[in-house]
């Protein structure tokens, strides 16, 4: 359950001491204080955070924001408009103005009625502010990719686990049915033993040039400081601030591979049962008009990251072979089979696969359960270092063999300082 706050332990022990002393109290209480009549009482309400709430975090929240048990309290990001947009919805959701505004988000971390957070910044935040939020005692849905570095997907699952806080990744797919019945297809032998697995990917792309300089504005405007946070220092261009970071390494997540990979990897990781582990190869290979890495797992299982050649069953498709037959599905929630006797089990698509609304139920039921979520830290960590391990194969443009145990490349310095980013200070957790 949400952590007891002192405001609602005083609330209920006042209604109990003015009980037991005869004190006159409201003859009437309503229902919905009390937690009557299917509704939550206020202080039974997970209170939620936001840091960062712009395009997919906004799309995120409006599917949090109606949730019966859960109250959006607080807004930090460094935008000013974005600050007024969140709390202007969050507002008119809650019938009052009280959803408070910060700049910095370390000031909502400091509020003892926070019980957990949506981070939905940039990926060069996702770690940093995740591991300083399980600090504070919250408990952390965070936006993908969650680390920028195979060091700090790692970092990141230890804090989680030494703190004991519920995580969440925004993996979503793990949630939407028609991602499950695939899994659950391949996971329980319907098409034999399974030899490989494709994962669709983006387009890499790795930029370290800078945009021209422009005038900075106020810190009350854009907080370009903190915009940066432990990204590398460079001038100021509004093209960043609106969503064009993505690519430039300072800021990605490694050559834009882990915007579906993080996704897809995560999908064919947990059809083949190899959470908690990854491949131990991987193999960048020159395929025109495309970006091909043919990566194995230490059983000889295949997992091919490619673009092209998908079957049109929407964005972020993945496909399963064993030696019986086939599966392929994607955001549509329709699925192909090879076997005619699987297509009458097929379900009827449901939501897209990009809709993140029972994933985002999954997070809250296990913050008042304490069960670990669908897309973990331990899930997400073996993902996103299999993602990383990829793209630094693309980068260096040569096969890598990885020691999944200690998380390092074997025999290759130059593969290995890659594990690694410096953060800018005072941002190093």
């Known amino acids: 359950m949400p952590r007891t706050t002192a405001s609602t332990a005083t609330r209920r022990q006042f209604l109990k001491t003015a009980a037991s002393a005869g004190i006159i109290a409201p003859l009437f209480l309503p229902g919905s204080v009390l937690g009557r009549d299917g509704v939550v009482a206020p202080s039974e309400k997970i209170i939620l955070g936001g840091i960062g709430i712009r395009s997919r975090g906004g799309y ?26 969140v709390k202007d919805l969050a507002d008119l959701k809650n019938g009052d103005a009280k959803c408070a505004t910060y700049r910095d988000f370390r000031e909502l971390l400091e509020r003892d009625d926070i019980d957990a957070v949506l981070i939905a910044t940039g990926d060069r935040w996702h770690a940093t502010a995740s591991m300083l939020a399980a600090e504070a005692g919250k408990d952390v849905y965070s936006e993908k990719p969650c680390a ?12 989680i686990r030494r703190t004991g806080r519920v995580f969440q990744a925004g993996t979503q797919r793990r949630s939407v049915s028609n991602f499950i019945h695939a899994v659950e297809l391949a996971r329980g032998g319907k098409l034999g033993n399974l030899h490989t697995l494709h994962a669709s990917i983006y387009r890499l792309i790795d930029r370290y040039d800078w945009l021209p300089g422009q005038p900075e ?8 400081n903190m915009w940066l946070g432990p990204a590398p220092w460079r001038p100021y261009n509004r093209s960043y601030v609106d969503g064009g970071w993505r690519g430039f390494y300072d800021f990605d997540s490694g050559a834009k591979l882990l915007d579906w990979g993080a996704h897809t990897v995560d999908l064919c990781q947990w059809a083949a049962g190899t959470d908690g582990t990854m491949p ?13 890495i043919i990566c194995r797992y230490a059983s000889g299982l295949r997992l091919i990251l490619r673009r092209s050649g998908w079957m049109g069953l929407g964005t972020c498709p993945v496909r399963f072979e064993g030696d019986e037959g086939w599966i392929e599905t994607g955001d549509t929630g329709r699925i192909s089979v090879s076997l005619d006797l699987l297509r009458a089990e097929l379900p009827a698509p449901t939501i897209a696969g990009t809709m993140p609304e029972p994933h985002v139920r999954d997070f ?8 670990k979520t669908a897309a973990n830290a ?12 990829a793209a630094i194969a693309w980068k260096l443009g040569r096969k890598l063999a990885f020691d999944p145990a200690k998380q390092e490349f074997i025999d290759d310095d130059e593969a290995n300082r890659m594990r690694t980013r410096a953060s800018r200070e005072p941002w190093t957790v």
């Not at 131990?280 to 091909?292: A, G, L, Q, S, T």
């Not at 331990?378 to 391990?389: E, G, P």
Request: glycine letters at 2%; aromatic letters at 6%; one cysteine or more.
């Open 60 to 85: 995120v929240l409006s599917t949090m924001l109606p949730q019966p048990d859960v109250r959006f309290a607080a807004i930090a990001d460094v935008r000013a408009d974005r600050r007024q947009a």
């Open 364 to 371: 809250f039921n296990c913050v008042k359960s304490r069960a």
């Open 378 to 389: 331990d899930v997400m960590q073996s993902s996103h270092v299999a993602c990383h391990a």
């Open 148 to 159: 920028i570095s195979i060091a700090l997907a790692g970092r990141l699952a230890d804090t």
């Open 217 to 224: 504005p106020s810190p009350d405007v854009v907080d370009w």
């Open 280 to 292: 131990v190869e991987y193999k960048p290979m020159n395929v025109e008009n495309d970006n091909v």
